[in-house]
């Protein structure tokens, strides 16, 4: 199929900014309906492995790991 499986790392938590930003370069995300103009029956696929911040309240770093996303990055199921 034409689509890819990518490994991104954020620098702003602005609102939309993956969306945006795959949008602007002609390569919107899956099932995304408000910038991809190809209509599909597909879910969204924007999915995160790995989150770390400083929680607002406690100060304390904040680590999640999601492995399964990591097991599909790793399997290159989804590679072109």
């Keep these: 199929n034409d689509?890819?499986?990518?490994?991104?790392?954020l620098?702003?938590?602005r609102t939309h900014q993956i969306r945006v930003t795959f949008n602007h370069v002609n390569h919107p995300l899956v099932g995304d309906?408000?910038?991809?103009?190809h209509k599909t029956d597909s879910k969204m696929f924007l999915k995160a492995y790995y989150l770390?911040?400083?929680h607002p309240m406690t100060k304390k770093?904040?680590?999640i790991?999601?492995?399964e996303m990591e097991d599909l990055y790793e399997n290159k199921?989804?590679?072109n």
């Excluded at 689509?3 to 790392?9: A, F, G, Q």
């Design 11 to 13: 620098i702003t938590g």
């Design 33 to 37: 309906v408000l910038y991809n103009n």
């Design 77 to 79: 199921k989804y590679h």
């Design 52 to 54: 770390k911040f400083v």
């Design 65 to 67: 790991n999601n492995n």
């Design 3 to 9: 689509n890819s499986l990518v490994d991104i790392k």
């Design 61 to 63: 770093t904040i680590i």
